[in-house]
């Protein structure tokens, strides 16, 4: 099996929290240099909202998120979370996460999602006020 897979969705208040989690085989923990979380709104454009580089643990952010979103790997499990804090209505989208073998532009940059070459399916978070 080679894939990715999300989940962790769910519809949540306002100021509540989610855990996402993106289980992947064994091949993107040894292999993959960084792997990131994705989300798209309806009508809007793609977004990274996180990444983790794999061989040195390093993060980044984008400014939309932080200080509320966490993002770690547990590398015995084979997974990355994103664990998402004080929620907004405007975190609401489908959240995506990607793997990506060879070093991305910095998040932020526009076209840095081509990178990522393995996608997982996708997760639907709904945050109401």
């Known amino acids: 099996q080679e894939q990715l897979v999300e989940s962790g969705g769910g519809s949540v208040q306002a100021g509540g929290a989610l855990r996402l989690s993106c289980t992947a085989a064994s091949r993107y923990t040894y292999s993959t240099v960084c792997m990131a979380w994705f989300r798209q709104a309806p009508g809007q454009e793609r977004e990274e909202v996180a990444r983790f580089y794999t061989d040195s643990g390093n993060t980044d952010y984008a400014d939309s998120v932080k200080g509320r979103f966490t993002i770690a790997q547990d590398n015995a499990k084979n997974t990355l979370y994103l664990q998402m804090n004080s929620l907004k209505p405007e975190d609401t989208a489908m959240y995506y996460c990607?793997?990506?073998?060879?070093?991305?532009?910095?998040?932020?940059?526009?076209?840095?999602?081509?990178?990522?070459?393995?996608w997982g399916q996708g997760t639907q978070v709904t945050v109401s006020s």
């Open positions: 990607a793997a990506s073998f060879a070093y991305p532009v910095g998040l932020g940059t526009p076209n840095a999602f081509k990178a990522f070459r393995h």
